[in-house]
């Protein structure tokens, strides 16, 4: 009984495998919940990707349709007040503009037949910190060594900004082909270190750095290649912001300058007439440089010697002759101001050269282009309405009709909305609501800067340098 049972255990683990073979229905079915499963998992993860990608768009066009449909919904109560139905109608059109236009702003291909000689000109006072990164930089672009000059001023430093200057150069001298150094015992201004640069400069093209700001490796090559249309008299690059995760303020001045870069300054590029190409880094060509360059650092303003606004009133002179483009492709880093007294300090003084370049430009502008000259007086006018149409929505309406200003609050969280969008769009989603946040802060809380700006523009105390 023993042996037979033993037997028949045997035969059954032999048996076994008739039985896994008889269950080959049992395995095929398996594999195809298998693929059903990983069929759904990747459907899934399409959705997933065709959210992520497609999504923001449609979020995107959709926050402009609730802006075209709230204009269309409040259009018949502005339609009694000329100057609030002309405004609402303008802010509408010009901010969507931007937007169009910018997408209008292509990049153009490299020359391989144009390369112009080029001179760095950093003007500095008291930036030890930063002054030897901003001229490492130099030696690392892509560039050919024999084409690169660079000048430095020490703008009457009373820090060790001058040994900084000596140490680095030192460094990269045999990464250039010339490098000078000039010292100033007392502090002249940012203007005169800049005309300084300008004419001591031997090359075809001039950029001009700020000594906190740090360029890319190939941002000379993509500056330096707009040169050859000849009617091209300064190209500005993109600056994005160096310290942008030190606090909360420094995030969203990261964001405004992208948006200022990317949108506005590339719709103002597609005319030809970028009304400021900033200090951090931006190129003019040398030869239409020295054609004003002294009445430039002698410039008055009201009976006052001008002591701020510098690369704006700099742009200025160039775009009454020739054309100023944007640069995406440029790139550079500037350390931005990390506690909010400097900030407000540096926002005052932008203000009040925009005020005083914006009244000299509206002088010729009207020469140019008629879309160029539309786009520019229409945000003229919309930027001294503005704190009028703020105080009538916010406070006088209120008062005298007993309403909130919900349309009014709605119709600009929309619009700063579109532009949080824009930058998830292109930069990620990191951080994009802060665009809602700068614009906000910068649109209502230091909208009362520029009525300030006005009442003393003469005063220069808070100038550059």
């Known amino acids: 009984m023993t042996m037979q049972a033993e037997a028949r255990g045997l035969q ?204 890319e490796v190939d941002c000379v090559k993509h500056l330096t290649k707009y040169f050859a249309d000849p009617d091209v008299g300064a190209v500005s690059g993109h600056t994005d912001v160096y310290n942008r995760n030190t606090n909360l303020l420094t995030q969203m001045q990261s964001v405004r300058y992208y948006l200022s870069f990317k949108v506005y300054k590339a719709a103002e590029s597609v005319f030809g007439f970028v009304t400021c190409c900033p200090g951090c880094c ?40 020739y054309r100023a483009v944007y640069s995406e492709e440029a790139k550079a880093h500037t350390i931005v101001p990390d506690t909010f007294t400097t900030y407000l300090r540096q926002q005052q003084r932008w203000k009040k050269s925009w005020i005083r370049e914006t009244f000299i430009a509206a002088t010729f502008m009207w020469k140019k282009s008629p879309l160029a000259a539309l786009s520019f007086y229409s945000y003229m006018f919309l930027t001294f309405a503005s704190p009028i149409v703020f105080v009538r929505a916010m406070i006088w309406l209120p008062i005298t009709t007993n309403t909130l200003p919900l349309v009014y609050l709605f119709g600009l969280f929309i619009m700063l909305f579109v532009h949080g969008v824009f930058y998830r769009l292109h930069v990620g989603r990191k951080h994009w609501f802060l665009a809602i946040c700068s614009f906000w802060f910068n649109t209502i809380i230091l909208m009362w800067q520029l009525p300030w700006a006005l009442v003393t523009i003469r005063d220069s105390r808070w100038g550059t340098r």
């Open 12 to 215: 059954g683990l032999i048996s076994t495998p008739e039985v896994y073979i008889s269950s080959a229905p049992f395995r095929s079915e398996v594999r195809e919940k298998a693929k059903g499963s990983a069929l759904r998992i990747t459907q899934k993860k399409r959705t997933r990707t065709f959210i992520r990608d497609i999504g923001p768009w449609f979020v995107f066009f959709f926050a402009i349709y609730i802006v075209l449909m709230l204009k269309v919904i409040t259009f018949p109560s502005l339609s009694d007040n000329i100057f609030f139905g002309v405004y609402s109608f303008l802010i509408t059109s010009f901010i969507l503009s931007r937007f169009v236009l910018s997408y209008m702003q292509k990049p153009i291909a490299l020359s391989t037949t144009y390369e112009p000689s080029v001179t760095f000109v950093v003007p500095a006072k008291n930036e030890e910190e930063n002054i030897a990164e901003t001229i490492r930089r130099f030696a690392n672009v892509d560039y050919p060594r024999e084409k690169l000059e660079v000048i430095l001023i020490n703008d009457g430093s009373t820090d060790e900004t001058l040994p900084a200057m000596w140490q680095t150069a030192d460094e990269i001298c045999d990464k250039v082909a010339r490098i000078e150094i000039v010292e100033w015992d007392r502090n002249k201004g940012k203007r005169h270190g800049m005309a300084a640069g300008a004419l001591k400069a031997k090359n075809d093209i001039v950029i001009f750095v700020d000594s906190d700001s740090f360029l």
């Open 282 to 321: 931006s190129a003019y060509r040398r030869s239409y440089l020295m054609e004003f360059i002294h009445e430039w650092l002698d410039q008055k303003f009201l009976g006052e010697k001008c002591t701020f606004g510098d690369d704006r009133s700099l742009t200025n002179y160039m775009i009454r002759k």
